[in-house]
């Protein structure tokens, strides 16, 4: 063999060598020939309706592909579509100054014409968002220049910016999209303004966004995202392994596609990160004050209860680290929360000591009574959720110590839901609406028949309760705002109704290379835009 042919031999032999390296690499290694370029998530369900004036579709897909008039953001409300705006001395008009330059995903022009469309098409469709204060406010939106519009209210509405900021529904749609001028029936198109547009998408298998490369923000690093629908566990788990998958994250039911020894298996390979949330819900048992004929009626009893759950032993054990214990019904992170209130520790002594002291006497069967009645009570969990049969077992346990007979009753979430509106329970699961959403949307629940009317009404400061609460919603006055958000949380804790178990969090598993993972101020998304690998 000639010294050229010897040469020319050796480097082939090395580029063989380095393409077998790669493909080992690429073998373990999530989605590595792509990363630069795609990622892959998974989801437990389809992306179904992308129509973001309705509620059937999913929220992580509907927050890339349209956008509000402002975000919502750890630091209070910040622009987004628009630039700027102004609110009038009493409260009731908001005249926003848009971003300009902005087109929808079909080249339509985003402006105030098409900012009025919107609203008047979600104001069209009123009965379907009553849930949300501000759609009962509004009285018009008007054109005042090509890119301003004046928003009118009845009456002044200190959440108004919070809840225009929401995944859904005062988003934007291409006005070319509607259908028959409006949007309750259905759209022809999802063009929104967002960094991604819907590309593909095949039913209860998978959905590929593109990223906006004419996004007013500057086009997104990462170029495709899929949505692939798996089902939780095993298979997503054997998914990732695989590089099929790049990340998962906690979903909008708060069930983790994969469990957390799973994740801690991912991350010890090296080849995964685990990233974690601040506190965007309280998950609680709600007590019903209003059951005259209920033990649950009486202060005593509930603070009771509140002293004989074990935080750290459901934070640790039932959810092994993902939730963590607490104390209050909303975290210090959500807005007029950092409330100085009486805390309640896990303490069996002082929940006895109260029952003795409001009557309750144990009898020989070990069950308390009074009046003749037992200190008995039921308590409803979803049977779906594996989660809370685990707690109510544990709390039922532990409620039998101190002479407290717990029924656990299994339910669909519906019937629960009817319960609660109905004021047909004694105790029952619950969670607060969440960090984009609160405090404002739990307590505006306190007064409302459908969510947790029964809850507060049977409480002896309940007329005051529902008065501040009216108040804090119509003040224009921080000060005023905090005091009155002080006093409300101060009532509802020292009623007890409210018993908080623990704070959930979003769990994030992705690429150990890929930067910029963060938290909107909500449970139900993240903002892939942010993301590039290393």
């Given amino acids: 063999m000639t010294r050229k042919a010897m040469l020319q031999l050796a480097v082939f032999l090395m580029a063989i060598t380095l393409l077998v390296g790669c493909n080992s690499d690429n073998a373990a290694s999530p989605n590595a020939a792509n990363q630069a370029e795609a990622l892959v998530f998974a989801v437990t369900k389809d992306i179904s309706d992308m129509n973001p004036h309705l509620y059937l579709g999913s929220m992580p897909a509907q927050g890339m592909v349209y956008e509000s008039l402002v975000e919502n953001t750890p630091d209070g409300i910040k622009p987004l579509l628009a630039e700027s705006w102004d609110i009038s ?63 009118v209210l009845s009456e002044p509405y200190y959440p108004t910016l919070v809840e225009l900021s929401m995944t859904r529904p005062y988003v934007f749609v291409s006005p070319k999209s509607f259908v028959g001028g409006h949007t309750k029936d259905g759209i022809s198109g999802y063009n929104g303004t967002g960094p991604y547009k819907l590309a593909e998408h095949k039913t209860d298998q998978y959905a590929v966004f593109e990223a906006n490369e004419h996004y007013w923000g500057g086009a997104p690093k990462i170029k495709k995202i899929t949505a692939k629908v798996l089902p939780a566990g095993e298979t997503t788990l054997l998914a990732l392994q695989k590089g099929e998958v790049d990340l998962v994250f906690t979903d909008d039911r708060g069930a983790d596609s994969i469990d957390i020894e799973a994740m801690e298996q991912l991350a010890a390979s090296g080849n995964y990160q685990i990233v974690r949330s601040g506190p965007m819900n309280t998950k609680m048992i709600v007590a019903n004050s209003s059951k005259t004929a209920s033990p649950v009626h009486e202060t005593a009893v509930r603070e009771a209860i509140w002293h004989i759950i074990d935080r750290d032993t459901i934070s640790k054990q039932i959810f092994h680290g993902t939730e963590t214990p607490a104390n209050t019904l909303f975290s210090a992170n959500i807005p007029y929360a950092d409330v100085k209130l009486k805390p309640r520790a896990y303490d069996l002594e002082a929940a006895n000591k109260l029952l003795d002291e409001a009557g309750w006497v144990r009898e020989k069967d070990g069950v308390r009574m009074k009046g003749g009645k037992p200190l008995a009570m039921k308590l409803y969990y979803d049977v779906n959720a594996a989660s809370q049969k685990t707690q109510a077992e544990l709390l039922q346990n532990t409620a039998k110590k101190i002479g407290i007979q717990l029924e656990l009753v299994g339910e669909e979430s519906s019937s629960i839901a009817s319960r609660r509106a109905t004021g047909d329970y004694d105790l029952l699961f619950n969670q607060t609406w969440g960090l984009a959403y609160d405090p404002q949307s739990t307590i505006a629940a306190f007064t409302s028949e459908s969510s947790y009317y029964h809850t507060t009404s049977g409480i002896s400061q309940a007329d005051e309760l529902h008065g501040k609460i009216g108040q804090v919603m119509v003040s224009a006055d921080e000060a005023e705002r905090q005091s009155l958000y002080a006093d409300i949380l101060t009532i509802v804790h020292n009623e007890a109704v409210f018993i908080p178990l623990t704070n959930g969090h979003i769990t994030v598993v992705a690429p150990a290379g890929l930067q910029g993972i963060s938290f909107k101020q909500t449970q139900y998304e993240l903002p892939f835009e942010r993301m590039y690998f290393q």
């Fill in 89 to 151: 001395d009493d409260g009731k008009v908001y005249t926003f100054h848009l971003r300009q330059g902005v087109t929808f995903h079909d080249g339509e022009p985003f402006n105030a014409e098409a900012v009025k469309k919107n609203i008047d098409a979600v104001q069209s469709n009123a009965g379907k968002h009553s849930w949300i204060k501000l759609s009962t406010m509004i009285v018009s939106c008007d054109v005042v220049g090509e890119h301003a519009v004046r928003l």
